[in-house]
């Protein structure tokens, strides 16, 4: 079945640092990748998405590319900061199910230190 | 436009309970969705409802229930609980209006733990 392999944490960085968080994905179909973002305390939040081969999802200064000849979508930040500290996970939505059904990676944990 | 609400917001149960934990989805929104958050597994689909009906399911065993109302909110039940059910237990909701990849939007989550 469809699966999201993401790197394991906990990831440790300084203020500034660059940010590569791995995440790669096994899908019979032609899948929707996302990456969510769950904050201390909350709920996840959609961070970003790409619908198709080499498309480019940003925000907040966060970037992933849909790779589809590597099965990859890996999550790059230039400069992080304190309020990046957050779990990240990666994950996809195979249109052969309902929209509402999203397969996730176990998630990373980054920490940001000033 | 307020968020997605659970509650309760923290459960504490034994083993062999049940319990029932509840959602309402952002207004305007038709479709629920379930998920269990685990240390060892990760978030892992329970269900999803549309329009008071179940449309799809993830691996859990039937202890594990749901249903929707007719103002779309949502609850879901567990029987006969295990220590294993301890989890955060996310509840997403999203518009459906057909379009695909809609957002969804989860709220912060009922943690529940099983003694």
């Known amino acids: 079945g469809d699966s999201v392999t993401q790197m394991e944490g906990p990831v440790t960085l300084s203020e500034e640092a660059c940010l590569t968080i791995?995440?790669?994905?096994?899908?019979?179909?032609?899948?929707?990748l996302f990456w969510y973002v769950q904050y201390p305390g909350e709920g996840l939040q959609l961070l970003l998405k790409?619908?198709?081969?080499?498309d480019k999802g940003s925000n907040k200064g966060f970037e992933a590319t849909y790779r589809k000849e590597t099965t990859s979508f890996h999550l790059e930040k230039g400069s992080v900061q304190v309020s990046d500290s957050a779990v990240y996970f990666c994950a996809l939505n195979d249109y052969g199910g309902s929209q509402g059904n999203l397969i996730f990676g176990k998630g990373t944990k980054l920490s940001v230190k000033p | 436009k307020a968020g997605v609400t659970q509650t309760p917001r923290y459960l504490i149960k034994t083993r062999g309970q049940q319990v029932t934990l509840s959602c309402s989805p952002i207004s305007g929104h038709r479709s629920v969705s379930w998920y269990q958050q685990t240390p060892g597994q990760g978030l892992q689909f329970l269900f999803e409802y549309f329009s008071e009906t179940q449309r799809n399911k993830g691996n859990f065993p039937g202890r594990f229930s749901g249903r929707q109302f007719s103002n779309s909110r949502s609850e879901m039940n567990v029987s006969t609980l295990e220590l294993g059910d301890s989890a955060l237990y996310l509840c997403?909701?999203?518009?459906?209006?057909?379009?695909?990849?809609?957002?969804?939007?989860f709220g912060s989550g009922t943690q529940l733990s099983v003694l």
């Open positions: 997403a909701s999203r518009r459906d209006g057909g379009g695909t990849n809609e957002k969804l939007f």
């Open positions: 790409a619908t198709k081969a080499d």
């Open positions: 791995n995440c790669t994905y096994t899908a019979t179909g032609y899948p929707s």
